[in-house]
């Protein structure tokens, strides 16, 4: 009983939940990532 509701209810939310963080997390990471270089080369041209 209890382990068919693990599986029924569970394993969806968690692959529907993967699937939102996942882009959540590329989009954080491209946005620190263009950060990133732009601070390097603000550094660059300051001297």
Known sequence: M???L???VWVPLMLHYT???W???VGMGLIGFA???SR???K???G
């Open 35 to 37: 950060m990133y270089k």
């Open 6 to 8: 693990f599986i029924n």
């Open 19 to 21: 699937q939102v963080y």
């Open 44 to 46: 660059r041209s300051k």
């Open 23 to 25: 882009e959540i997390w």
């Open 40 to 42: 390097s080369a603000d």
């Open 2 to 4: 209890f382990q068919n």
